[in-house]
Nanobody
Framework: QVQLVESGGGLVQAGGSLRLSCAASGPTFSRYVMGWFRQAPGKEREFVAAISGSGGRTYYADSVKGRFTISKDNAKNTVYLRMNSLKPEDTAVYYC?????????????????????WGQGTQVTVSS
């Protein structure tokens, strides 16, 4: 069982930056693919970014590529999402998710994979 707790959300002006954190419980964090998703009011949840267990492979949605960076610190059981050049359309509840465990630390999963574990979400609001 993996428990995920997000933090770091808040209110920021357009063009600003935020860093989200997701702290995970459990001894095998390095074997999990970690993902960030978001859901805006009235919209379906969408994929934002993912990172392999080792942290060596990443993948981004086109809408955030070049602005957001996902990273992973396996020693701290934490995954981060650095968000730069924020836009009002980035406003959403951001969720951290974990899928695995996998024996291959370079394993990645499809963006529509039903991740196994989810956090409670953190609100990000970008004002224009």
């Amino acid at each position: 069982q993996v428990q995920l707790v997000e933090s770091g959300g808040g209110l920021v002006q357009a063009g600003g930056s935020l860093r989200l954190s997701c702290a995970a419980s459990g001894p095998t964090f390095s074997r999990y693919v970690m993902g960030w998703f978001r859901q805006a009011p009235g919209k379906e949840r969408e994929f934002v970014a993912a990172i392999s267990g080792s942290g060596g492979r990443t993948y981004y949605a086109d809408s955030v590529k070049g602005r957001f960076t996902i990273s992973k610190d396996n020693a701290k059981n934490t995954v981060y999402l650095r968000m730069n050049s924020l836009k009002p359309e980035d406003t959403a509840v951001y969720y951290c998710a974990a899928d695995g465990p996998y024996a291959d630390p370079t394993r990645m999963v499809q963006t529509d994979t039903p991740y196994d574990y989810w956090g409670q979400g953190t609100q990000v609001t970008v004002s224009s």
